[in-house]
């Protein structure tokens, strides 16, 4: 059973591009999490979602970023006009019910 | 709100000698708790969980952790550690609400070296 995947491992942006980063949840799982590690810290929840819903979206950035779960494909995270500030890497999850959460390697966002 | 705090942010053993990582939160509603290991540039791989049942909960390569609801702690334990245990480790919660999602709050991490 594959785990959760992420692509791509490494995405350099110039300030003001968009970056658009996939998640593949494991099989079976409908539930997708993202989260965001900045340098020398923890991890912070961005958004919750399910098949083609955002369910809690509390973590978020107000403006620049969104996400999304199609009926079909992957879930993307998209940040748009990124800067400087939106170096970081982050992280896909995925749970098949609402306890227990597997993670990917995570996409390293670098702007330059 | 929830809350985790890790109590040390950097933890040196030598090799074989017992380890603790200390990890308190703070929850009004009860909880489920996991520790995650981060090696560097990679993602967090599941060590152990506390959904219920027993307080004393056994992971993979040879950790354990216990709960204490009381002192609402969740410290992470092994007896004697390995070179390949250093690694960053996180300890984190989440709200036992199915229907509210289970967003994971996380601690900053404690970063545990093991020197020879």
């Known amino acids: 059973n594959a785990g959760v995947m992420q692509n791509p491992r490494h995405l350099v942006r110039r300030r003001g591009q968009e970056a658009r980063l996939r998640c593949s949840p494991m099989?079976?799982?409908?539930?997708v999490y993202w989260y965001r590690q900045l340098p020398e810290e923890g991890l912070k929840f961005m958004v919750y979602?399910?098949?083609?819903?955002?369910?809690?979206e509390s973590g978020m950035p107000k403006e620049r970023f969104s996400a999304e779960f199609p009926k079909e494909g992957p879930s993307i995270l998209r940040i748009q006009q990124v800067v400087r500030g939106d170096s970081a890497a982050y992280f896909c999850a995925s749970s098949k019910y609402t306890d227990t959460q597997y993670f990917g390697p995570g996409t390293r966002l670098t702007v330059l | 709100a929830q809350s985790v705090t890790q109590l040390d942010s950097q933890v040196p053993v030598f090799e074989e000698a017992p380890v603790e990582l200390r990890c308190n939160y703070s929850?009004?509603?009860?909880?489920?708790l996991f520790w995650y290991v981060q090696y560097p540039n990679q993602g967090l791989q599941l060590l152990l969980k506390?959904?219920?049942?027993?307080?004393l909960v056994k992971g993979i390569n040879g950790f354990e952790a216990e709960f204490n609801k009381s002192q609402t702690s969740f410290h992470l334990r092994k007896p004697s550690v390995h070179i390949s245990d250093t690694a960053e480790y996180f300890c984190?919660?989440?709200?036992?609400?199915?229907?509210?999602?289970?967003?994971?709050?996380f601690g900053e991490g404690t970063q545990l070296t093991v020197n020879p």
């Open positions: 506390y959904l219920s049942g027993s307080t």
């Open positions: 099989k079976g799982h409908s539930h």
């Open positions: 984190a919660v989440s709200d036992r609400i199915e229907t509210s999602g289970s967003r994971l709050t």
């Open positions: 979602l399910q098949k083609e819903n955002i369910i809690d």
């Open positions: 929850s009004s509603v009860s909880v489920y």
